[in-house]
């Protein structure tokens, strides 16, 4: 098997190739970072019969080539810039080019197995760039809004209410007979803002759907939880990824900043708020929350009640639930990944990664990253009676 390393640029890409046994490289090429370039790359590559590549740096400068090669039916791992350091240090001291660097990806990967597979982008991409489209086109819609509002508080005596859509802007405008030029240049202005908030509503609607199409092309789960509607999926799965990445639910809700932050001295200890993570996961725990508190008929109202019997305050006991239903949302997303591989490979494993505490009723959990008040139940949005 030879191990083809590559050391990515915003220009050019270097590969090096090294076969076993062989303490240096046997063959280098250096491409330009286009198409042409990458088949010259592949054909370069594919002289060697068995291989696969190792691309330091794979999910940033070298994520393009990555998965052109994957399509392209090639294995890829992804080596850590820090992995090619620390062999070139070692090896070379302070030597370095870039055939000296993608030698060093494809040591990395063949002699100390440090290289992470990569996977072909999935559905969990898609709905990331949905996401991403929804969250630019409710801002823009947010502005458009604003500059609306600021007009017809110039054209209408108190202006417009809050809750303003394209609809009732446009019966404002219908009524207004404008006196001046400066009226006539507002109230054409605000028609434009208004076909402009049409087509945004246009838009957003269209994204929904997608959404919505691309949650249940998924297969996830996550929509029977009470809360979840197709953008939240769709925020949850694609700021996720992968849910096994994380090897338990302390993990992905540390990752998701729901775990608390221990602040110790002495013989004092307490939590705080973590305000570090993945904000925009933490946003879409917020909301499912937010929701579940203001439904009587959610296990998730249920814990939350039983927390503020406790004598917890609104916010503590909403964080409570939170980092609940964070355990709870991984707990789903890793069985929608079993159950996905057991229906692509029947008969097989799902893989060591999904060996985590899934099925277990307490996850591992560090001192900084336990469930506040105590361990996560099986169902993390039931009341715990231990608690």
């Not at 050019?12 to 303490?23: F, M, Q, R």
């Not at 370095?96 to 072909?120: T, W």
């Not at 990331?128 to 801002?139: A, F, I, K, Q, Y």
């Not at 904000?279 to 203001?294: E, K, S």
Request: proline share 6%; aromatic share 2%; charged share 25%.
């Amino acid at each position: 098997m030879v191990v083809i390393g590559v050391d990515p640029h915003k220009s050019s890409h270097t590969a090096a190739a090294l076969e076993p046994g062989a303490g240096a490289a046997s063959d280098t090429v250096r491409i330009e970072a286009a198409l042409p370039g990458y088949r010259r790359l592949l054909a370069w590559g594919r002289r060697f019969g068995r291989r696969r590549w190792a691309v330091e740096n794979a999910w940033g400068l070298g994520r393009h080539l990555a998965q052109w090669l994957i399509a392209r039916g090639e294995t890829v791992v992804d080596v850590p810039a820090t992995a090619t350091a620390r062999v070139r240090q070692l090896s070379r001291g302070r030597r370095k080019n870039d055939v000296l660097d993608a030698a060093a990806a494809a040591g990395v990967a063949a002699a100390q197995g440090d290289g992470i597979p990569v996977a072909a982008e999935g559905p969990s991409t898609v709905l990331g760039m949905l996401d991403e489209r929804r969250r630019n086109l409710t801002r823009q819609r947010t502005r458009t809004v604003n500059q609306l509002h600021a007009l017809l508080r110039d054209l209408l005596p108190g202006g417009a209410r809050a809750e303003l859509t394209a609809r009732r802007a446009a019966g404002m405008l219908a009524g207004i007979r404008p006196a001046s030029p400066a009226e006539r240049a507002r109230k054409d202005l605000a028609r434009d803002l208004v076909e402009d908030l049409r087509a945004l509503d246009a838009r957003l609607s269209a994204n929904r759907t997608r959404m919505q199409d691309a949650v249940a092309g998924s297969g996830s789960s996550l929509p029977g939880i009470a809360g979840v509607g197709p953008a939240v999926a769709a925020r949850l799965l694609g700021r996720t990824g992968r849910a096994s990445r994380f090897p338990t639910a302390a993990a992905f809700a540390a990752h998701a900043g729901t775990a608390p932050v221990e602040i110790a001295s002495a013989d004092k200890a307490r939590h705080r708020l973590s305000r570090h993570g993945d904000r925009r996961l933490n946003n879409a725990l917020h909301t499912i929350a937010l929701t579940q508190a203001r439904m009587p008929a959610t296990r998730g109202r249920a814990y939350y009640d039983a927390k503020i019997a406790e004598g917890k305050t609104r916010n503590e006991a909403m964080r409570c639930l939170k980092r609940r239903l964070a355990d709870h949302v991984w707990r789903v997303m890793i069985a929608d990944e079993r159950r996905q591989a057991r229906a692509a490979s029947p008969g097989g494993h799902t893989g060591a990664t999904l060996t985590s505490s899934a099925t277990s009723p307490t996850p591992t959990a560090g001192s900084s990253d336990k469930s506040l008040p105590g361990p996560a139940n099986h169902n993390p949005t039931a009341p715990n009676p231990t608690t």
